[in-house]
């Protein structure tokens, strides 16, 4: 220490005035925090410095340092003793609280060179600087959190965007599962939704590979299945609070007596928060991170809320508005199939009558059996025409209920593996008189005939007919003709055309 120090001379201004410019440069909280130390060090010439912060609300208890570490058996600067307090082993330690709007925020702590003591000049340079630390702290605490919300707004904005461009119900909940992860800096995003049972099942999982301490790394793709499908089953703690559309909010997943899953053991803090819009609710996000890691500040517990928030608002629009593009569809179908009833299906059947009456008038036997087949072609075009028409009124992503829509579908799928589509007949009232038992039955037998046909070579035409009517032996019944023009089999009687009839 200088002689002019000691005998109470003024103390380094300049020095000081730069300290306390460079602690507020800073705009993030760590590095501020780490230049108080530094430049407290550097203002009173301490051999060590350490400014500790206790352990707060989502935190851990922090130490930055500067200078040398004490030597064995010196004064430690972490120490946690009084104010300027000379110690028998000739070090001197100096220590000030920092303040951040009325609250302490954590205590900076100076070790001299042994020998060496602290002046009352260095004390008010302490203390100047600790004064100027904590409006820098409360500035980088400001900016953090403003950043914070803006990524969040950021991410929410993200998700409104990519849900409204048309995404299908399960990669629009992976998005939110997703960028939520991404936001909270979680091991995992999922997304739950209530079963029929009365639990909440994993419908959507991301997840950063990895899921705690101890636990074996997988690819992501295999961490987001192994999450898939888990259930809170009925009776948990925490489900009624989840199917209430409370937020729920866990300080460690694998203790807390409320989690009852078994993936549970892998997770430490988790926020599990409702998707929820218009007294609606869809489901719950839950962000759970790893075992061992800081639990959610209230801050991050309100962000990611707000974002629960707008990303059920997104989600229901979303739903809204392929339900209108859904709409929009059926409605250009619907027109489509009365255009094809009252305009193709008049004119075919009218161009049908003409050259039946020509038929009649025809003087050749020639003449007449050509005549005789164009008819039955017109008949054959009209039958396929209704059963488009058929085809074009049913909703086109759900599965089809009635019997007819069900032999369609079967057929359709055929088709991809046949190179060529089946046409399909029906005659007489299919839909109102086959019961399910056997439907069922008859749909076997169509399956099994277009697959025979998909094994012929030279196929090149496939016709379905299904009939209501009357049976050989005289009872009511239904009838299932599949014919192709393929190759017949030498061993078969019937060759490329099979009947399956039951009676009703």
Known sequence: MTDDVVSGAPPPLP???????????ELSLRPTLQHIVDSAAALTGARH?????????????????????????????????????????????????????????????????????????DRGMLRVLASQA????????????????????????????ALLTGEAAPDALMTVAQ????????????????TAEGGMRIVAAATSGAAGPGYRRHPAAAAQN???GTTIAPGSAVLEQLLGGQPVFIEDSATD??????????????????????????????????????????????LATQFASQ???????????????????????????RDLHDLVVQRLFATGMMLESTRRRAGSAPEQSALDQAVDELESTIQEVRTAIFALQQPPADAPTTFRGKVLKETAGAGAVLGVQPS???????????????????????RRSLAAASRRPGVTRVEVTVEVGVLPDGRAGVRLVVHDDGEADAASDTGTTTTWQAPL
């Open 15 to 25: 020095l000081l005035l730069d300290a306390v410019i460079g602690v507020g440069t």
């Open 424 to 446: 399909v007949h029906f005659t007489g009232a299919v839909d109102t008189r086959v019961t399910e038992p056997t439907a069922g039955r008859l749909l076997a037998a169509l």
């Open 226 to 228: 192994d999450l898939m």
């Open 49 to 121: 410095a350490v400014l500790r912060v206790p352990a707060a609300e989502g935190a851990r208890p922090e130490r930055f340092t500067a200078g040398a570490e004490p030597e064995p058996g010196a004064a430690d600067a972490g120490d946690d003793e009084g104010d300027g307090d000379d110690r028998d082993d000739g070090d001197s330690v100096l220590s000030v609280p920092i303040h951040v709007q009325d609250e302490e925020f954590g205590l900076l702590r100076l070790t001299h060179e042994r020998g060496g003591v602290f002046t009352a000049e």
């Open 311 to 337: 990303a059920a608002l997104a989600l229901v629009l979303a739903d809204a508005q392929q339900s209108r593009q859904r709409l929009a569809v059926l409605e250009d179908r619907d027109r489509i199939a």
């Open 179 to 194: 960028q939520a992860r991404l936001l909270a800096d979680a091991a995992a995003g999922v997304v739950l939704q209530p």
């Open 257 to 302: 007596p409320r989690m009852t899953t078994r993936v549970r053991s892998r997770f430490g803090p988790s926020m599990m928060l409702p998707l929820q819009a218009g007294g609606r609710l869809i489901g719950t996000l839950a962000l759970p991170r790893r075992r061992g890691e800081r639990p959610y500040t209230a801050v991050e517990r309100l």
């Open 134 to 161: 904590g409006i820098a702290i409360a500035n980088a605490r400001l900016y953090e959190t403003a950043r914070q919300r803006e990524r969040w707004i950021e991410g929410a904005a993200a998700v409104t965007t």
